[in-house]
């Protein structure tokens, strides 16, 4: 792990530029800019409203700005993670004319791949922070623990982005399997609704960590409350060990992704 941290200290400059590289390359020749960066947290928040509105329809609750601001916090973030794991899972593919000619620590690719969807998360963040200061949902002390539980999503995508790149290099319908998961993963996931609608069955939806991230940011943006400490530890511990572990398994087939590309 330390070989590693210097690793990418030493080679920064090149993150930086793949980073941007891929920044860049989203955003050329469109139209829409980086109304991009909003544009699928939007899709993902209309999707919910019409869920919400349809709970709401059948269990006789209104539907009020707290839930549309729980759907909006919690949108962002996974709209984050499901971007990072789909372009990371094909980094090594679609780079292959730099993977097979020089050295320099490919764990580079997802890291760039993740580092530009946390771009169009901060502008859409940015975005989001307006409509909940319009909207008057307020803050508190316990938004300090938001920088902590970012930074579990982030430690946790890298985790399975590690996996699922150098997995798609030797299996090449990996992506596909991976996009038709993206594709049903929110209704397994409380994106459009709370873990606690599904009572003593919330655990089930919770053993997900991207779950327990999730709510646990809705708990101290929107509802202004701590986080569940037990499922935030159960979330901190998954995500670092899966990290160091799929982190292990990268660096030790890194040098097969040469001849298997």
């Not at 003593?200 to 327990?212: F, R």
């Not at 646990?216 to 509802?223: D, K």
């Amino acid at each position: 792990m330390k070989e590693m941290i210097n690793e990418l200290i030493h080679y920064r400059e090149l993150l930086y530029i793949l980073t941007w590289r891929d920044i860049k390359i989203r955003y050329k020749q469109s139209v829409m800019g980086f109304m991009w960066a909003v544009f699928m947290p939007m899709l993902i928040v209309a999707a919910g409203i019409i869920m919400k509105l349809a709970f709401s329809f059948i269990s006789g609750k209104p539907f009020n700005a707290m839930d549309l601001a729980s759907i909006s916090v919690k949108a962002l973030p996974w709209s984050f993670f499901i971007g990072s794991i789909r372009f990371s899972t094909i980094c090594l593919t679609a780079n292959s004319n730099l993977v097979s000619k020089i050295y320099f620590p490919r764990e580079i690719f997802p890291l760039a791949a993740i580092l530009a969807n946390l771009f169009d998360f901060a502008i859409a963040a940015s975005a989001l922070a307006v409509i909940l200061a319009i909207s008057n949902i307020g803050i508190s002390l316990n938004i300090l623990w938001l920088p902590v539980l970012l930074f579990l999503l982030v430690l946790l995508t890298a985790g399975i982005a590690f996996v699922l790149s150098c997995a798609n290099l030797f299996f090449r319908d990996v992506k596909y399997i991976v996009e038709v998961i993206l594709t049903f993963a929110i209704f397994f996931t409380p994106v459009f609704y709370e873990a606690s609608l599904f009572g003593k069955w919330s655990s089930l939806l919770l053993i997900n960590p991207v779950g327990s991230i999730l709510e646990a940011i809705n708990n101290v943006v929107v509802l202004h409350q701590p986080p569940d400490l037990f499922w935030l530890g159960y979330a901190a511990t998954f995500s670092l060990c899966l990290f160091v572990v799929s982190w292990f398994v990268f660096h030790r087939s890194e040098f097969l992704f040469a001849e298997r590309i």
